[in-house]
């Protein structure tokens, strides 16, 4: 399957934010660099034609050489940078703002009756005239007006267009250096909140990506009441779903299975069962009877140690019958499918380790050495009574066959498939290997290796076939491996 590229949405996000703020930087830096200083020359042209109108009126109403307009006048020309000249008939000067009045006064004898042809005129009113023109003693732009006031005072108004260009260029520095800066803060703050907010989404994704494992253990944890967190109660709900839902599928393909068998398998079972067990009950039968005739018939009737052995003789045949006939009756409901197998999730090192723990004094009295993995929990499908069912069998049956360094160790093997992953719990114990030619027939039912020796701890064969039945029931691999130094038996199950 083609991998595709991932992207988190973290980085889309901040990277869309930054987008949008960098470039609505630099549209404004553009705009400014291709108009704030057409904006400024306009904004000084109406500065200029406010000094004018305002000259006129104080002609109309007052002394335009009074303190008062003097002090207004000043501040005006100091905010746009205004050069001022107003001379009378005589050229006399009225009012003038700066030093450099003679120069004023040429430049204004050379508008009205020298104009240059390079003059750009901006705007012709009745008694004025308002035009960009270039110094060409000192080579220096000025915005300039000129005209007559209405008492029919000559003027000169102007402005260096140099000092606005100086303060676009500075303008637009300032935002550049202010927009980086700017672009720089808020990138590491859109980072840091686009990580706050992505975080939990990032958490139901890995949540989600568990659940395609069917790994369910994983829950969100609600941290508000927002959209988020609702949809992370609703995955927590659907995984409880997922998880019971694949649980009854287990149980019920299980089932389905079994059924299909159980028709063709019941009457060669039922033959195969009766044959064993008569079989099996021959001995202790023929025991009991022999011994029980030999009481009544008062054999050695005057010897108390007799009859007491010819007793214990009887009640541990009949203990032992007892103990077969409970586990043939196990694995005849196993067998004929009445037991029904009900598949959960549950972790299998806990299962063994508190059998462990429970056997603690058997061990102890058959100075037995256990050693037990410790591995992380590994949670699995299956039948958790059946599970610790086939767990005491082993065991079991490793304690009645250690020797030599009396050493049982329980490990776990974890393997991954294509089609599913699976744990193999591997139960070893030192001791005699099993011969050969008996591999192949333990799991039969009353098959004994070693018939003496069995009838010795007072096995009956049965164990390892009640192991097949529940292993089969639940379509699960198990074995044997023989080693040069012991046995080892083990069963699988699936994690997942």
Not at 82 to 90: K, N, Q, R, S, Y
Not at 399 to 413: A, F, L, P, T, W
Request: hydrophobic share 40%.
């Amino acid at each position: 399957m083609k991998h595709l590229k991932k992207h988190s949405i973290k980085q889309e996000i901040a990277l869309i934010f930054i987008t949008v703020m960098a470039g609505t930087i630099i549209l404004c830096w553009v705009i400014n660099n291709s108009f704030l200083e057409k904006f400024y020359i306009q904004n000084k042209k109406n500065a200029i034609k406010d000094a004018y109108y305002r000259m006129n009126e104080v002609l109309a109403n007052g002394d335009i050489t009074s303190e008062e307009y003097d002090l207004e006048l000043r501040k005006t020309c100091d905010m746009y940078n205004i050069g001022l000249l107003v001379i009378d008939a005589a050229s006399n000067t009225v009012k003038s703002n700066t030093r450099d009045a003679d120069k004023l006064m040429r430049r204004l004898y050379d508008n009205f009756f020298k104009p240059g042809s390079d003059m750009n005129y901006l705007d012709v009113g009745n008694n004025y005239y308002l035009a960009n023109v270039m110094d060409k003693s000192t080579y220096t732009e000025y915005l300039e007006m000129w005209g007559v006031l209405d008492n029919g005072n000559l003027f000169l108004i102007r402005s260096p267009i140099e000092s606005i260009r100086d303060s676009v260029k500075l303008s637009n520095q300032f935002l550049a250096y202010v927009g980086f800066i700017a672009t720089v803060i808020s990138a590491a703050l859109i980072w840091f909140v686009t990580t706050r907010i992505t975080r939990p989404i990032m958490e139901l994704k890995n949540i989600s990506e568990q659940m395609t494992k069917l790994n369910f253990e994983t829950k969100y944890e609600s941290r508000g009441q927002n959209e988020i967190d609702l949809l992370g109660r609703h995955i927590n709900e659907l995984s409880s779903t997922l998880e019971r839902t694949i649980s009854e599928l287990k149980t019920a393909n299980i089932e389905l299975q079994r059924d299909i068998e159980k028709k063709e398998q019941i009457d060669e079972m039922r033959k195969e069962f009766l044959s064993n067990v008569s079989h099996e009950l021959k001995t202790p039968i023929a025991l009991i009877q022999g011994y029980a005739e030999g009481l009544v018939e008062g054999i050695n009737d005057d010897d108390i140690e007799s009859r007491n052995f010819y007793c214990e003789v009887i009640i541990d045949e009949a203990g032992k019958m007892n103990t077969m006939v409970k586990k043939l009756l196990d694995l005849n409901q196993l067998e004929f499918g009445k037991d029904i197998v009900t598949m959960e999730r549950f972790d299998i090192t806990a299962l063994i380790r508190n059998f462990i723990a429970s056997a603690e004094i058997l061990i102890s009295q058959n100075e037995v050495k256990v050693r037990l993995e410790e591995p992380e929990p590994i949670y699995v499908w299956a039948d958790e009574f059946k599970t610790e069912e086939i767990i005491r069998n082993f065991f079991s049956n490793a304690m009645n066959h250690v020797s030599g360094d009396r050493i049982i160790e329980i490990k776990y093997q974890l393997i991954e498939q294509e089609s599913a992953n699976k744990v193999r719990i591997r139960v070893f114990n030192t001791g005699e290997p099993i011969p050969e030619e008996s591999l192949a027939h333990i799991w039969e039912k009353f098959y004994k290796v070693d018939k003496a020796r069995t009838r010795e701890y007072g096995g009956s064969g049965v164990g390892l076939s009640i192991v097949k039945a529940i292993m089969e029931s639940m379509n699960q691999r198990y074995g044997v491996i023989n080693y040069t130094n012991g046995v080892e038996f083990w069963f699988e199950l699936e994690t997942k």
